[in-house]
């Protein structure tokens, strides 16, 4: 379907149409309801992309994550998708996944060209998204830019693990492990500090073989409790970097016949949907994944419509489910 057939259809000249359908120039009451009563009837739908290269733009946003799979990535997603609709914009995702995954999916954003790019996690280097910047507006959500602080929105990583830790010390807990995530990954790095924040602020020592290096992951925090576990080294309560770990973790407890919470308490971060229906249902620190998506695009969208680019920064909340308990008493 064409603007032609429109045009055929109305009764009007094919530029009156073009007029119509990009609300750019006035147009006579009674063109404009020939014209859209013709796009209904003969069920017209605009080329988006055409729309925009005609203009200038693509009206394409890439978005880049480290992985789809990821749950808590794919929250960020579904907030992006979210907060472009109806904006005329339309995202393009890639995965940067893999040893040359984000340079092939930068290289694809700067050929194709995107209007602007949105970057969700991931570990390509802060010197190439600053350069980026430089030739398209950039959002980057949970992580930081040295350099672009202003771009990146971020949520209180160190507080929400300050906060999960401090849960699990008023209770009563001493010896509490903690999961990482990847080790130089900005939100694991933030939530270990939170970790030893918490306990410092306590006088508790920090054992360093309470500290189990993680990935994100269920089977890295699954085989880093059984080590633990084997090693005999006592502890009555985990603090994991991320949900997946703490199921992984959950796991390796129940396969030593550790009941959750009354021989070891587990507390997890993001509050992915499924974890009020784990067993027990999980302790964790929420953090307003969606939203987050949602607010980042909205506001890199406002900035290619010449609106100013402001970015909040989210706090996360402690929710205490049933996999927290006092410590055994033997």
Request: proline residues 7%; aromatic residues 6%.
């Amino acid at each position: 379907m064409t603007i032609q057939d429109i045009a055929l259809k109305s009764g009007v000249s094919p530029s009156t149409v073009s007029r119509v359908l990009s609300g750019t120039t006035p147009v006579a009451p009674s063109k404009k309801v020939a014209v859209r009563a013709a796009v209904e009837a003969l069920h017209y739908r605009p080329n988006i992309a055409a729309q925009g290269l005609a203009r200038g733009r693509s009206r394409g946003i890439g978005v880049l994550t480290d992985r789809m799979s990821n749950r808590f990535q794919s929250q960020i997603l579904g907030g992006i998708e979210e907060g472009l609709r109806g904006t005329g914009y339309y995202p393009v995702f890639a995965s940067g996944e893999g040893p040359d995954g984000g340079a092939w999916a930068i290289d694809l954003f700067l050929s194709y060209p995107a209007d602007a790019l949105a970057i969700v996690g991931g570990t390509t280097p802060d010197a190439q998204l600053r350069s980026i910047a430089e030739q398209m507006p950039l959002v980057a959500i949970g992580r930081s830019i040295e350099g672009l602080g202003d771009r990146c929105l971020q949520v209180a990583n160190e507080e929400g693990a300050y906060g999960a830790t401090r849960h699990l010390i008023e209770l009563g807990h001493r010896r509490i492990a903690h999961i990482t995530g990847l080790r130089l990954h900005p939100d694991s790095i933030d939530r270990r500090r939170g970790y030893e924040r918490a306990l410092t602020d306590e006088g508790i020592p920090i054992d360093p073989r309470l500290i189990l290096e993680g990935n994100f992951e269920e089977a890295k925090a699954l085989l880093a409790v059984e080590e633990l576990l084997r090693r005999r080294v006592r502890f009555t309560a985990i603090f994991a970097s991320n949900d997946q770990m703490a199921c992984g973790a959950g796991l390796a407890l129940f396969r030593r016949k550790l009941r959750v919470p009354h021989d070891v308490s587990l507390v997890g971060f993001d509050d992915e949907p499924s974890t009020p229906y784990t067993w027990p249902p999980l302790s964790t620190v929420r953090q307003p994944m969606v939203e987050m998506g949602c607010t980042a695009i909205r506001a890199l969208v406002g900035s290619l419509e010449g609106q100013p680019f402001i970015l909040p920064r989210f706090r996360t909340e402690l929710v205490i489910r049933e996999s927290t308990a006092p410590p055994p008493q033997a």
